[in-house]
Each structure stands twice: as C-alpha cells, then as structure tokens.
C-alpha cells in the first residue's frame, strides 16, 4: 500500500471488553511502533518490533496491553479488560530499518473510546 | 534521560503574520530532531529533520527550524503563514539505537484570517 493504514479508524467498546487494533505498515519496513494520544499524556511510546520481534516493550502501560507482529507485517495491539483510561488515539509508524536516519511514517491511527 | 519541552499548547496568529514555535530538549547524547504536522483527523506527518551538517533545516511548505546545541532548541518558524497551516506541531527527539521517538507536547497553531 502507499502509507501505513490502521484499522478501524474508530472503536467505542464497553468498559471490560477486549479490543483489537490493527496495524499494516508500507510494504518493506522491518521496523513498526506503536504510540498512544491522550489528552494529558500527548504522544507516548508503546512498543517497538523488529521484523516479528519485540525489543522494548517497555511503553505497554499495563499487563492488559500486548501486541505482537507476524509475517514481518501486519501488527495487532490487544487491550484486554479495557478501562476508561485507555481512551487515546493510539498511532502506528513504520520506518525502511530502525536506523536513526530512517523516516518514522504515521497512520491515521485508531481512536478507541472506553465507555 | 531525553525529553522535549514545547513551550506553547497554543499559538493564535494572523494570516501571513510570521509564527514561531518554541521547542527545547534535554539530551546527554547525539540527537537528531523532528517536527511533525498534523492536521485534524489526519496521522503525523515529518515537517522536518535535523540529522546533521547544516543546523538549518527546511521543509518544501516555507517552515524552517534551526538546531542550536548551546541552547538545546529546535524552534519552527515560518515569515508568513496561511489558513492552512492550522495544526498541530509536534517536536520530536530520537532516543537513538532502534529510533523510537520522545515527542512534546505539541502546539496548536490557529491562524485566523
């Protein structure tokens, strides 16, 4: 595809329900993130993979947060037991390499609303 | 530890008025630095970057920004704005190895005619 596409571009849910965001970056890129904004917190960092692998996971605010990437592709962030407080706009970047020179491309994102 | 401070959640301007938006980082390593646009509804997309050489840097749109080490800033400016340039601008740093960026808080440009 052109740029990185997320899916669904809106999800309201249920407090205590699980969710489901889906992530496909350009075709090519090894390196995907994942980020959340939330008013109060602005853009924070998730996680990070390489290729299927995962090296920091150290922005996943809680146990209830998980992701994982397959084929070198399409990720998914799973939230399950959804709370309120997971209510933000949650983003998706995909870059060449994760070489610090390489451009960090953006979806659109995900806004999920915890009700 | 990095971290990028945005000094201004909002800045209201006239239409071709010029525009600055501020952005300071703390950093005890090499950085590069960004400056991400977004439009309503719209993901984040790369303004402009400074990896290194000239501490000018441009974008195709008239922005501009300029790294200063000795006052860690990277602010944005731009002589004359226009309608579009309604956004929000967010200034990046990389926390170097796999390239995960720390963002500001961003500010809300509103230009009015």
């Known amino acids: 595809g052109a740029g990185v596409s997320q899916s669904p571009s809106n999800k309201v849910t249920e407090k205590g329900k699980d969710v489901e965001l889906r992530c496909d970056p350009i075709s090519g890129h090894t390196a995907l993130y994942w980020y959340r904004q939330s008013l109060g917190q602005g853009l924070e960092f998730l996680i990070y993979f390489q290729g299927n692998s995962a090296p920091d996971k150290s922005g996943l605010p809680s146990d209830r947060f998980s992701a994982e990437r397959t084929g070198g592709s399409v990720s998914t962030l799973t939230i399950q037991r959804t709370q309120q407080e997971d209510s933000a706009v949650y983003l998706c970047a995909s870059s060449l390499d994760p070489g610090v020179k390489n451009i960090q491309y953006f979806g659109a994102g995900t806004r999920l609303s915890v009700l | 530890a990095q971290s990028v401070t945005q000094l201004d959640s909002q800045v209201p301007v006239f239409e071709e008025a010029p525009v600055e938006l501020r952005c300071n980082y703390s950093?005890?390593?090499?950085?590069?630095l960004f400056w991400y646009v977004q439009y309503p509804n719209q993901g984040l997309q790369l303004l402009l970057k400074y990896l290194s050489g000239s501490t000018l840097v441009e974008s195709i749109n008239g922005f501009e920004a300029e790294f200063n080490k000795s006052q860690t800033s990277f602010h944005l400016r731009k002589p004359s704005v226009h309608i579009s340039d309604t956004a929000e601008y967010f200034c990046?740093?990389?926390?170097?190895?796999?390239?995960?960026?720390?963002f500001g808080a961003g500010t809300r440009l509103a230009v009015h005619p």
């Open positions: 950093s005890s390593v090499s950085v590069y």
């Open positions: 990046a740093v990389n926390s170097g190895g796999y390239n995960k960026l720390i």
